[in-house]
């Protein structure tokens, strides 16, 4: 059995069970998830996907449901796509297309709270059953006695029941409020299942991982993923950046990833205030050195630093399909 972990338009995830030789497509049907399909023959190109990670054979097809130039870059029929590994599709429509068989939401509670630096509070929740995602995904969190939800990526490994998020800590904020006056180890929450297209694809390139403040969480994910595989880690530099130094957080978990990867870490700080280190946003710490061994680039963090970033990897001509990007936009 390979699992198949399909991403919709949207970032709704879903993953299903493929038993050997079996086509992505019938995996899908016999686990009740309905995906675009017509012919079933390899002819309409109706089912036309991509796959991002993962091995697979394909049956005969038609070159004009699917041409040479796609296949080269990464796009598979499901009706025709036979798994030799788990493999991760994206589907080029949103997840109302099908009913899904996933549900809407997980119960959870909360296991542990806990101020981490001067605005960021880490919590754990606990689940009855362990959560599969992929490394950099997130969900979408309930704020208990509020009636509202918030987006936070996960920090802890795919596969557990305690599931382990960052909250920075915004004025007025609804979940800000809950977490530093009501919270409460035992709390019920709810959060949705796993969402996001910004997540590790395992290709052996060397990584370029750029965090500004909380964006660090979805990067503690992918490191700690790749710390536990058995196959050799790619390089990777990390840079994180925050307004102050009382704001970095994490420094136990990265130093237990750097004593197992080969991980470069260099921080920044906008305020000099007690922090002797280098001064200014993260954007100031890209050098064209560290895209010598074209590494595949992951951005997490406030829109002006995305923007920043991309605009500094677009002018070195950065190849935009190596550059990926999570925005943290501040709630409405």
Not at 220 to 226: V, Y
């Amino acid at each position: 059995m390979h699992d198949i972990t399909a991403i919709f338009e949207d970032g709704r995830t879903v993953r299903f069970p493929a038993r050997p030789g079996e086509v992505v497509y019938q995996a899908a049907y016999r686990a009740s998830v309905q995906l675009a399909h017509d012919c079933l023959e390899g002819a309409c190109g109706e089912c036309k996907a991509w796959c991002t990670a993962g091995e697979f054979e394909l049956d005969d097809y038609s070159d004009e449901a699917l041409s040479r130039d796609e296949r080269d870059q990464g796009q598979t029929l499901l009706c025709k796509m036979r798994p030799r590994s788990p493999c991760v599709v994206e589907l080029p429509y949103p997840s109302g297309f099908q009913a899904g068989h996933a549900p809407a939401s997980i119960a959870a509670r909360l296991a542990a709270v806990e101020r981490v630096s001067s605005t960021v509070v880490r919590t754990r929740l606990e689940t009855d059953q362990s959560l599969d995602f992929l490394p950099g995904q997130y969900a979408n969190l309930s704020v208990p006695g509020a009636g509202v939800s918030r987006a936070y990526s996960f920090a802890s490994l795919p596969g557990g029941r305690l599931l382990e998020f960052f909250h920075k800590l915004v004025p007025d904020g609804a979940m800000s409020t809950y977490l530093a006056q009501r919270a409460a180890v035992g709390d019920a929450l709810a959060l949705t299942p796993p969402s996001g297209h910004f997540y590790l694809r395992e290709n052996g390139r060397p990584l370029l991982l750029v965090a500004g403040g909380t964006g660090l969480a979805p990067f503690l994910s992918m490191l700690g993923h790749l710390a536990r595989t058995p196959r050799p880690a790619p390089p990777v530099r990390l840079l994180v950046g925050a307004n102050a130094a009382a704001e970095f957080f994490a420094h136990e978990q990265l130093a237990e990833l750097t004593a197992i990867l080969s991980v470069e870490i260099e921080r920044i700080a906008v305020s000099s205030e007690g922090w002797t280190g280098a001064s200014g946003h993260v954007t100031q710490l890209l050098r064209d050195d560290m895209l010598r061994d074209e590494p595949d680039v992951y951005l997490c963090g406030p829109p002006p630093m995305i923007e920043s970033c991309a605009g500094w990897l677009a002018a070195r001509g950065v190849d935009r399909h190596r550059i990926r990007a999570e925005k943290f936009l501040p709630s409405a």
